[in-house]
């Protein structure tokens, strides 16, 4: 209950900050060790791209690039393989977040899309093995998922808070009009058969 109180209240501080915040400087690109370091900068700032964030946490950078729907993500620290990742995705980016999920000592990279007139959100994940080497992570589809989907039209937000990574939608009626109320899922980093994923971890409405 203590999570998802602070989670709700995460989402609500994020995004009053979100709607009021100004530019800030981007001028440094210092990266400190173990820590969190993001720069950003607006489109006319890199006329090839629609997106532009640069992330580093515990050595590792990851600097994530969208023009269109064409993704590309250039990685450096890695002891063994940082080859950039190109990938074609539905929609566009709207965020990039960096954090070490799993607590491995190693960084996760959380890059959220949109598409459509409705927003319909989705997740394009990345853990770094032991600071070697990078590969995907699994995020399972909404319709999947018969508890998420009911109700669901799009509009999704997404935001890290500590070890998880928490979403939330507006939940619509069968006619399809809002319902009023929120639903909001936290997921887990872990383990799978073939590679890492994210697994519905509690699902709540209020």
Do not use: H
Request: net charge negative; aromatic share 10%; with cysteine.
């Amino acid at each position: 209950m203590k999570q998802l109180v602070k989670i709700t209240q995460f989402f609500f501080v994020f995004f009053v900050i979100l709607s009021c915040q100004k530019k800030t400087d981007e001028s440094s690109n210092d990266v400190k060790k173990d820590s969190v370091v993001e720069t950003q900068s607006a489109s006319n700032d890199e006329p090839n791209t629609e997106f532009y964030k640069e992330l580093s946490l515990q050595g590792i950078t990851f600097i994530v690039k969208a023009n269109g729907n064409q993704l590309t993500v250039q990685l450096s620290g890695l002891e063994i393989s940082n080859e950039t990742i190109s990938k074609t995705i539905e929609g566009y980016v709207t965020g990039a977040e960096i954090e070490d999920l799993n607590s491995d000592g190693s960084p996760d990279l959380f890059i959220y899309t949109s598409d459509g007139e409705n927003k319909f959100g989705n997740v394009i994940a990345f853990s770094v093995n032991n600071k070697k080497s990078v590969s995907d992570v699994n995020y399972p589809k909404t319709s999947e998922n018969k508890e998420i989907n009911n109700g669901y039209n799009g509009q999704d937000q997404f935001t890290v808070v500590e070890n998880t990574l928490a979403r939330r939608f507006p939940i619509f009626n069968t006619d399809g009009k809002p319902s009023g109320k929120t639903r909001q899922i936290e997921y887990n980093l872990v383990e799978g058969e073939a590679s890492r994923q994210l697994i519905v971890n509690n699902v709540s409405e209020y």
